[in-house]
């Protein structure tokens, strides 16, 4: 096998970055930066450059122009997404867990009981789905949540199910097993009525809160996994509320930003039908320190710098002030 690709120092990083106009002020800056290199991959500052990086072609050679970038910003960047990242999972596992707790509520309650939801024909949508399909869902269902059960350690689940003597847990327990993909999974086989109940609670339509989650999966998915989110381009766009186009981007007529922004919305409007205290300082920080100006702004899919003023003034909660005690 023939080799293209040979490995380089910290120092030759740093040379072939400059070779491409990344700047460094000076000698402590470099040191800096072979510091950074050392604990954040090359091509890790590479994916945080890539908005910078003007390319262009010589033949069959790709030409790289970071146009002047500081270093500094980038690595910058990478951070920023880190905090992001981690921001937003605090978010998503706690409409993760509400989710679950109102799943578990609908399917375990009337003639459902405990064991009720491993029946799909019990509580599936039959209008939209054909019995074969329900019957595939059904047996892949039980199949994934055997997996999940052996890699558990909840007690609770092994003193139910030798009460019950069943090889599945009642319904209560079985959810918090579950990976957010399948619980978007149990959600979308859910009969009208069912998923109204749930949908109900975020003042959405069924359709609406389906859209939400598959959004908010892949967007833990990329979290989890240590990916970029704030250059990431959503390929489906979930279905808007009229009040997030005031704060989104357009690109044209009645077609808005698939960036950040996005998931941002969705996330910030279901934790305040979950928990209306949240805080959602740490996340809206992260966001504000990424935008500068109107063009950062829309590229991160927000209308102007102007509508940050108006998040910050939103979701950041001012601490009331404590009363002396004598």
Not at 59 to 88: C, M
Not at 104 to 112: C, D, F, K, Q
Request: aromatic share 12%; with cysteine.
């Amino acid at each position: 096998m023939i080799e293209h690709f040979e490995h380089k120092s910290y120092e030759e990083q740093i040379t072939l970055l400059e070779s491409r106009s990344m700047c460094f002020e000076n000698d402590a800056s470099r040191n800096k930066a072979i510091n950074s290199l050392s604990m954040v991959s090359y091509y890790k500052i590479k994916e945080f450059a890539k908005p910078f990086a003007k390319i262009t072609k010589n033949g069959t050679q790709k030409i790289i122009d970071y146009q002047n970038t500081k270093f500094e910003i980038v690595i910058s960047r990478y951070y920023q997404d880190k905090n992001l990242r981690l921001n937003l999972l605090h978010a998503i596992e706690d409409i993760e867990v509400a989710l679950k707790t109102k799943i578990a509520y609908v399917l375990g309650r009337s003639n459902l009981n405990s064991y009720g939801y491993l029946n799909f024909s019990n509580w599936c949508n039959k209008e939209e789905y054909c019995k074969h399909y329900l019957r595939y869902s059904e047996n892949k269902f039980k199949k994934n949540l055997l997996i999940e059960l052996r890699k558990s350690s909840n007690s609770e689940i092994d003193e139910k199910s030798k009460i019950d003597q069943s090889k599945y847990p009642p319904i209560w327990l079985a959810v918090n097993v579950l990976t957010f993909g399948q619980m978007v999974n149990m959600l979308e086989l859910m009969s009208v009525k069912k998923l109204g109940q749930i949908s109900s609670f975020f003042d959405c339509e069924n359709s609406e809160l389906i859209s939400w989650l598959k959004c908010i999966n892949l967007v833990r998915n990329i979290c989890a996994h240590n990916s970029n989110i704030i250059d990431f381009k959503f390929k489906t766009v979930p279905q808007l509320k009229d009040e997030w186009k005031d704060y989104l981007y357009e690109l044209k007529p009645g077609v808005y930003s698939n960036r950040i922004a996005l998931p941002f919305l969705i996330i910030s409007y279901m934790m305040d039908k979950i928990n209306p205290k949240y805080h959602f300082q740490d996340i809206v920080n992260s966001l504000d320190k990424l935008i500068r100006d109107d063009n950062n702004a829309k590229y991160y899919g927000f209308k102007s710098i102007s509508t940050m003023k108006s998040i910050k003034s939103k979701w950041i909660r001012k601490p009331v002030p404590r009363r002396r005690t004598r």
